[in-house]
C-alpha cells in the first residue's frame, strides 16, 4: 500500500507510507486465548503498517472490547464480536492510490463507559526512537458520533473524554497487593465534538496523532517508560454512542511535526482525497 497524507493543521506536509511489515480502567483482563502461538514483534522500521483490516503487524494482537468485564477479545479476519457495549465487524472498503482495503466497522452504544480498540504488543517494544517526531496515523470514516454537554471542566478530563493511549504494562501496585497496570498509560484525550467535525465531512480522513501528545500527558497516577510499551495504540470512546470505520494504522517515525507538535495534541485530520 503506498498513499500520501498531507495534514490540516501542519503547513504542507507531506508523508509517505509504503510497503507494510508483513503479514482499562479498572486494570487489565487476560481475555481469550490467541488462536495461535505468540511471536516476538519484527523490529520496528521507519514507517510501519501496525493495522490495515484486522491484519496486524507480526507479533502484535489487536483486541477488543467495553467496560462490561473489561474482557479482551481478540479480534481476527471477518469476525464479528459484540457486548453491551462494542460491536465489531468487516466495514466498507476504501480505495488508496489503487489498493482496496477492507475497514473495521466499529459501534460503541456508550451503555458502558468504555469500549475499546487496542494493539497490544506480544513482547514489550521499545518506541524511544519515536518519542520526538513519531506519529499515528489513522485512516477513519466516521458515521455516527453522538454527545450530551455534562459541562464537565476541560482540566477534569479523566474518565469523560475519549483518548488514545499507549501503556506499559509494569506491575504498579494500588498498595493493597492489586496490580493496576493503567496507571502506567500515556494519554491523549480528545473531545466527542473531534469526532463529530469527521462524521460531518462524511469522508474517509487521515488523522494524525504526535506521539510526544501522548508521552507528555503521561497519567501522574503511575509512571510510563516508552522503551517498554505492551498496548502500542488503544482507542478508547467513552464519550457518547459512536459508530466509526478504521481501515489502517501506521506508525512513523519521522513525521515533520513543526515547531510546537504539542499545539497538535488535539489531533489533526484532513479528507483523504485532497490529500492523494
Same mark, same amino acid.
Given at each position: 500500500?503506498?498513499?500520501?497524507?498531507?495534514?490540516?493543521?501542519?503547513?504542507?506536509?507531506?508523508?509517505?507510507?509504503?510497503?507494510?511489515?508483513?503479514?482499562?480502567?479498572?486494570?487489565?483482563?487476560?481475555?481469550?486465548? #490467541?488462536?495461535?502461538?505468540?511471536?516476538?514483534?519484527?523490529?520496528?522500521?521507519?514507517?510501519?503498517?501496525?493495522?490495515?483490516?484486522?491484519?496486524?503487524? #507480526?507479533?502484535?494482537?489487536?483486541?477488543?472490547?467495553?467496560?462490561?468485564?473489561?474482557?479482551?477479545?481478540?479480534?481476527?479476519?471477518?469476525?464479528?464480536?459484540? &457486548?453491551?457495549?462494542?460491536?465489531?465487524? /468487516?466495514?466498507?472498503?476504501?480505495?488508496?492510490?489503487?489498493?482496496?482495503?477492507?475497514?473495521?466497522?466499529?459501534?460503541?452504544?456508550?451503555?458502558?463507559?468504555?469500549?475499546?480498540?487496542?494493539?497490544?504488543?506480544?513482547?514489550?517494544?521499545?518506541?524511544?526512537?519515536?518519542?520526538?517526531?513519531?506519529?499515528? %496515523?489513522?485512516?477513519?470514516? @466516521?458515521?455516527?458520533?453522538?454527545?450530551? &454537554?455534562?459541562?464537565? &471542566?476541560?482540566?477534569?478530563? %479523566?474518565?469523560?473524554?475519549?483518548?488514545?493511549?499507549?501503556?506499559?504494562?509494569?506491575?504498579?501496585?494500588?498498595?493493597?497487593?492489586? @496490580?493496576?497496570?493503567?496507571?502506567?498509560?500515556?494519554?491523549?484525550?480528545?473531545?466527542?465534538?473531534?469526532?463529530?467535525?469527521?462524521?460531518?465531512?462524511?469522508?474517509?480522513?487521515? %488523522?494524525?496523532? #504526535? @506521539?510526544?501528545?501522548? @508521552?507528555?500527558?503521561?497519567?501522574?497516577?503511575? &509512571?510510563?517508560?516508552?522503551?517498554?510499551?505492551?498496548?502500542?495504540?488503544?482507542?478508547?470512546?467513552?464519550?457518547?454512542? /459512536?459508530?466509526?470505520?478504521?481501515?489502517?494504522?501506521?506508525?512513523?517515525?519521522?513525521?515533520?511535526?513543526?515547531?510546537?507538535?504539542?499545539?497538535?495534541?488535539?489531533?489533526?485530520?484532513?479528507?483523504?482525497?485532497?490529500?492523494?
Amino acid at each position: 500500500m503506498k498513499y500520501k497524507l498531507l495534514v490540516s493543521g501542519i503547513s504542507c506536509i507531506a508523508l509517505l507510507l509504503s510497503g507494510c511489515g508483513g503479514g482499562s480502567d479498572g486494570g487489565s483482563a487476560g481475555g481469550d486465548s #490467541p488462536s495461535t502461538p505468540l511471536i516476538t514483534p519484527e523490529p520496528l522500521k521507519d514507517i510501519n503498517i501496525l493495522l490495515e483490516g484486522s491484519e496486524v503487524y #507480526p507479533g502484535l494482537r489487536l483486541l477488543v472490547g467495553s467496560a462490561d468485564g473489561f474482557s479482551d477479545h481478540e479480534y481476527t479476519m471477518n469476525q464479528r464480536y459484540s &457486548d453491551s457495549g462494542i460491536t465489531v465487524e /468487516t466495514g466498507s472498503t476504501v480505495e488508496v492510490e489503487g489498493d482496496l482495503i477492507e475497514s473495521l466497522a466499529i459501534s460503541t452504544t456508550a451503555s458502558e463507559s468504555e469500549a475499546y480498540l487496542k494493539l497490544v504488543a506480544n513482547k514489550s517494544m521499545d518506541l524511544s526512537e519515536f518519542e520526538s517526531s513519531g506519529a499515528f %496515523v489513522l485512516l477513519m470514516k @466516521v458515521g455516527l458520533a453522538t454527545y450530551v &454537554d455534562n459541562t464537565v &471542566d476541560w482540566n477534569d478530563i %479523566v474518565g469523560q473524554f475519549n483518548l488514545f493511549s499507549m501503556q506499559t504494562n509494569l506491575g504498579t501496585s494500588d498498595g493493597e497487593g492489586n @496490580v493496576i497496570d493503567y496507571v502506567n498509560r500515556a494519554n491523549m484525550f480528545f473531545h466527542q465534538t473531534k469526532m463529530q467535525e469527521i462524521q460531518t465531512n462524511g469522508e474517509w480522513n487521515a %488523522v494524525l496523532i #504526535p @506521539v510526544s501528545c501522548l @508521552v507528555n500527558n503521561t497519567d501522574t497516577r503511575g &509512571d510510563f517508560d516508552i522503551a517498554q510499551v505492551d498496548e502500542i495504540l488503544r482507542l478508547d470512546m467513552r464519550n457518547g454512542a /459512536t459508530d466509526y470505520e478504521l481501515a489502517s494504522v501506521a506508525l512513523i517515525k519521522e513525521a515533520e511535526l513543526g515547531s510546537d507538535p504539542q499545539s497538535l495534541c488535539h489531533f489533526s485530520y484532513a479528507p483523504i482525497d485532497s490529500l492523494l
